[in-house]
């Protein structure tokens, strides 16, 4: 069992950076695939980014590839998502998921969620 819990959410600036944080618990955490995803207003949850357990793979979606980077220590146990350029279409709410095993992009692939965290950018 994983437990997720999600950090850095804010209200910004168009143009501006932030940097989202997800601490895990449990073990094997080096055995976990990570994502994040996003869900703004009356639309589905989207796949944003994902890193491979160790670290060494990473998957970003076309919207933010360039501007947003997904990175991991395993020591901590944790996941982070460093965000620059933000735009308005990027404002959502921002979810962490876990996943035993290797990196998949689809939401029904990933059983462990955090409550999300609140990201808003202005114009």
């Known amino acids: 069992q994983v437990q997720l819990v999600e950090s850095g959410g804010g209200l910004m600036q168009a143009g501006a950076s932030l940097r989202l944080s997800c601490a895990a618990s449990g073990r094997t955490f080096s055995s976990y695939a990570m994502a994040w995803f996003r869900q703004a207003k009356g639309k589905e949850r989207e796949f944003v980014a994902g890193?491979?357990?160790?670290?060494?793979?990473?998957n970003y979606a076309d919207s933010v590839k360039g501007r947003f980077t997904i990175s991991r220590d395993n020591a901590a146990k944790s996941v982070y998502l460093e965000m620059n350029s933000l735009k308005p279409e990027d404002t959502a709410v921002y979810y962490c998921?876990?996943?035993?095993?290797?990196?998949?992009?689809?939401?029904?692939?990933?059983?462990?969620w955090g409550q999300g965290t609140q990201v808003t950018v202005s114009s």
């Open positions: 890193i491979s357990g160790s670290g060494g793979t990473t």
């Open positions: 998921a876990g996943r035993f095993g290797g990196l998949r992009t689809q939401r029904p692939e990933y059983p462990y």
